[in-house]
């Protein structure tokens, strides 16, 4: 069988963080009760007239700029007219042509498994109107709720030939975007409630040959992993079909979460024809100098650059920078706990395990819990100067975690402080040597194994508070002497 | 460059309109008889001039992003032919 290669486009519809729709003021949330967040404009009826949001436009520009896009001098919105439940109007407003959409020819970084940096070209980043929700109804029929039409949606589309070659590079590619829209504060990033959206087309030739696959479009994917093995699914389907000398078939393909496969969906039986045109009733928008400018410096630090940054500064591994900046909050923590005088590495660790772990269990991020940089700084602090042990720590965060008392006063309410005393640690092991003549013999007679019976002995003595480092030299010292 | 009966079906199924023979025929007619009056257009030279999408010179009209109140769901609901909890009912859709 030959060998072959898969190409994946990628298209991503983000719903923007706005208080109001797109083209009329109703409020956006998600959920309640149907037909709430409805107005004559979101629901199409005769004689209403839409006025774009400024808000929704600015978060496009903003996104634009920060994918590398060169932004459009003039920008219109047209008709895009099919018939569907879900849209009141008959058609949908979007943005069309190659040079017309808000932002065009931008790109994107993606850092790859082995380190290095891929990046995906993206051909366009636009603004269109979200369409009402349809749910099956059990006692027959489909029913509508427009609370959704008309929130603002912008579209993310990767340019062709396709740059991302792998599930994996896909699913590398939406974490990215995703992490660039949370830092830019344009959308929530939730695929579960369906605010980001990601539909990959994928196809596979043949190596060496030039020409492009029959490609499919796979819908319903709702988390990172479904699009990594949805995509791995497709890519293998296609290529086990092509090599029982089948046809790959243009279609769009629904992804089954439980069973892990694609199943065709059904297809519309005629050709889409959208016959876009420009809507006559919204005006175009001119970007100019001014209005790019309050843009581009309103940009925070991308998650790519910062996680670089944190590389150079600090000396910590791309996969720990990975971690800490994939999310702007806490980075910010990071940062804070650095600037007061933590070493990078040890609230890296702190942070990417036990602090991630319970915030993970509670489902909060660090700023709904109980501790601030301020507590880990503590913490690091009184473990660097071993006042307590490794071990003894996790219990301190844990407490801390609970009551958010300061580590340090968690450590002398309950008396944790780390024996590191010699005199103190070499009194107990002496005793330890006298109770237990039987065990000394077995270490004199070639049984060095013992040794861990002492230090244990010690342990218990001191109430696990002896430095244990301290103790095994002292436990080793004193037994060389008897 | 005339319509064909092939085109006329095609944008009147886009259209969602149910049409005989007979309405074709006298649609192919008059859809011709419209763009030859965009052929007269054709023939004029406009060429330096940019092409635009409005007729007004407004651009940048934009409103500020805060709510408004909603209108009544009772109201939103009050001319469908059949609503069921709140929803607007339609025909089952099948997606997939």
Same mark, same amino acid.
């Given at each position: 069988?030959?060998?072959?290669?898969?190409?994946?486009?990628?298209?991503?519809?983000?719903?923007?963080?706005?208080?109001?729709?797109? /083209?009329?003021?109703?409020?956006?949330?998600?959920?309640?009760?149907?037909?709430?967040?409805?107005?004559?404009?979101?629901?199409?009826?005769?004689?209403?007239?839409?006025?774009?949001?400024?808000?929704?436009?600015?978060?496009?520009?903003?996104?634009?700029?920060?994918?590398?896009?060169?932004?459009?001098?003039n920008s219109v919105f047209h008709r895009?007219?099919? #018939?569907?439940?879900?849209?009141?109007?008959?058609?949908?407003?979007?943005?069309?042509?190659?040079?017309?959409?808000?932002?065009?020819?931008?790109?994107?970084? =993606?850092?790859?498994?082995?380190?290095?940096?891929?990046?995906?070209?993206? &051909?366009?980043v636009h603004l269109e109107e979200d369409?009402?929700?349809?749910?099956?109804?059990?006692?027959?029929?489909?029913?509508?709720?427009?609370?959704?039409?008309?929130?603002?949606?912008?579209?993310?589309?990767?340019? #062709?030939?396709?740059? =991302?070659?792998?599930?994996?590079?896909?699913?590398?590619?939406?974490?990215?975007?995703?992490?660039?829209?949370?830092?830019?504060?344009?959308?929530?990033?939730?695929?579960?409630?369906?605010?980001?959206?990601?539909?990959?087309? =994928?196809?596979?030739?043949?190596?060496?040959?030039?020409?492009?696959?029959?490609?499919? %479009?796979?819908?319903?994917?709702?988390?990172?992993?479904?699009?990594?093995?949805?995509?791995?699914?497709?890519?293998?389907?296609?290529?086990?079909?092509?090599?029982?000398?089948?046809?790959? &078939?243009?279609?769009?393909?629904?992804?089954?979460?439980?069973?892990?496969?694609? #199943?065709?969906?059904?297809?519309?039986? %005629?050709? !889409?024809?959208?016959?876009?045109?420009?809507?006559?009733?919204?005006?175009?928008?001119?970007?100019?100098?001014?209005?790019?400018?309050?843009?581009?410096?309103?940009?925070?630090?991308?998650?790519?650059?910062?996680?670089?940054?944190?590389?150079?500064?600090?000396?910590?591994?791309?996969?720990?920078?990975?971690?800490?900046?994939?999310?702007?909050?806490?980075?910010?923590?990071?940062?804070?706990?650095?600037?007061?005088?933590?070493?990078?590495?040890?609230?890296?660790?702190?942070? !990417?395990?036990?602090?991630?772990?319970?915030? !993970?269990?509670d489902g909060i991020g660090w700023k709904?819990?109980?501790?601030?940089?301020?507590?880990?700084?503590?913490?690091?602090?009184?473990?660097?100067?071993?006042?307590?042990?490794?071990?003894?720590?996790?219990?301190? /965060?844990?407490?801390?975690? %609970?009551?958010?008392?300061?580590?340090?006063?968690?450590?002398?309410?309950?008396?944790?402080?780390?024996?590191?005393?010699?005199?103190?640690?070499?009194?107990?092991?002496? %005793?330890?040597?006298?109770?237990?003549?039987?065990?000394?013999?077995?270490?004199?007679?070639?049984?060095?194994?013992?040794?861990? #019976? /002492?230090?244990?002995?010690?342990?218990?003595?001191?109430?696990?508070?002896?430095?244990?480092?301290?103790?095994?030299?002292?436990?080793?010292?004193?037994?060389?002497?008897? | 460059?005339?319509?064909?009966?092939?085109?006329?079906?095609?944008?009147?199924?886009?259209?969602?309109?149910? +049409?005989?023979?007979?309405?074709? @025929?006298? @649609?192919?007619?008059?859809?011709?008889?419209?763009?030859?009056?965009?052929?007269?257009?054709?023939?004029?030279?406009?060429?330096?001039?940019?092409?635009?999408?409005?007729? $007004?010179?407004?651009?940048? $009209?934009?409103?500020?992003?805060?709510? +408004?109140?909603?209108?009544?769901?009772?109201?939103?609901?009050?001319?469908?032919?059949?609503?069921?909890?709140?929803?607007?009912? $339609?025909?089952?859709?099948?997606?997939?």
């Amino acid at each position: 069988m030959p060998s072959y290669l898969a190409s994946i486009g990628m298209e991503v519809h983000a719903e923007l963080d706005t208080r109001s729709k797109m /083209f009329c003021r109703c409020p956006v949330a998600f959920g309640g009760e149907p037909n709430t967040r409805v107005c004559p404009v979101c629901l199409g009826l005769p004689g209403s007239l839409p006025v774009p949001n400024r808000a929704a436009t600015e978060m496009v520009l903003r996104t634009a700029l920060a994918l590398n896009c060169t932004i459009a001098t003039n920008s219109v919105f047209h008709r895009k007219n099919y #018939f569907y439940p879900d849209l009141p109007k008959g058609y949908q407003v979007s943005q069309y042509g190659e040079t017309n959409p808000i932002g065009y020819a931008g790109w994107i970084d =993606i850092p790859k498994a082995d380190g290095s940096i891929k990046r995906v070209r993206i &051909r366009r980043v636009h603004l269109e109107e979200d369409t009402g929700k349809l749910m099956h109804l059990p006692a027959g029929g489909s029913g509508v709720d427009f609370n959704r039409s008309g929130v603002p949606l912008m579209e993310i589309v990767t340019d #062709f030939p396709p740059d =991302i070659e792998s599930a994996e590079e896909a699913k590398e590619y939406l974490v990215q975007l995703r992490s660039t829209l949370l830092y830019l504060g344009v959308c929530d990033g939730k695929m579960e409630e369906g605010s980001l959206r990601c539909e990959p087309n =994928i196809s596979v030739r043949p190596e060496g040959s030039a020409e492009y696959g029959t490609k499919t %479009e796979l819908k319903n994917l709702n988390s990172f992993r479904s699009v990594q093995l949805g995509v791995r699914y497709e890519i293998e389907r296609q290529i086990a079909a092509l090599g029982r000398g089948e046809r790959i &078939r243009q279609e769009t393909r629904g992804w089954h979460e439980g069973r892990e496969e694609s #199943f065709p969906m059904r297809t519309k039986e %005629e050709e !889409n024809d959208y016959r876009y045109f420009p809507d006559p009733d919204l005006v175009p928008m001119a970007f100019d100098e001014a209005m790019r400018e309050r843009a581009r410096t309103s940009l925070p630090e991308l998650p790519l650059a910062k996680a670089r940054r944190y590389a150079e500064q600090s000396g910590l591994s791309a996969q720990d920078c990975a971690l800490l900046t994939a999310d702007q909050a806490w980075a910010e923590f990071f940062e804070q706990a650095v600037a007061l005088g933590a070493p990078p590495k040890p609230v890296c660790n702190w942070m !990417n395990s036990d602090f991630a772990k319970r915030l !993970n269990e509670d489902g909060i991020g660090w700023k709904a819990s109980k501790i601030t940089p301020a507590h880990l700084v503590d913490l690091v602090k009184l473990i660097e100067s071993d006042a307590i042990s490794g071990k003894t720590a996790k219990e301190v /965060f844990a407490e801390s975690f %609970e009551s958010g008392e300061m580590p340090s006063a968690v450590v002398l309410a309950k008396g944790l402080v780390q024996i590191s005393d010699r005199d103190q640690i070499e009194a107990a092991v002496r %005793e330890a040597i006298e109770a237990n003549p039987a065990s000394v013999a077995k270490y004199k007679s070639g049984q060095t194994g013992v040794a861990g #019976f /002492f230090v244990g002995q010690v342990m218990r003595a001191t109430g696990g508070q002896a430095n244990p480092g301290l103790v095994q030299e002292a436990v080793k010292a004193a037994l060389e002497k008897v | 460059m005339p319509i064909s009966l092939d085109e006329v079906r095609h944008v009147a199924r886009l259209a969602r309109l149910e +049409l005989d023979e007979a309405e074709v @025929l006298a @649609l192919q007619g008059e859809l011709n008889a419209l763009l030859g009056h965009f052929a007269d257009i054709q023939g004029i030279d406009a060429r330096g001039i940019e092409p635009q999408s409005h007729a $007004v010179s407004l651009q940048n $009209v934009w409103a500020e992003d805060s709510p +408004l109140p909603s209108m009544p769901r009772s109201e939103a609901l009050r001319n469908s032919a059949l609503t069921r909890a709140g929803l607007f009912v $339609v025909p089952t859709i099948i997606e997939d």
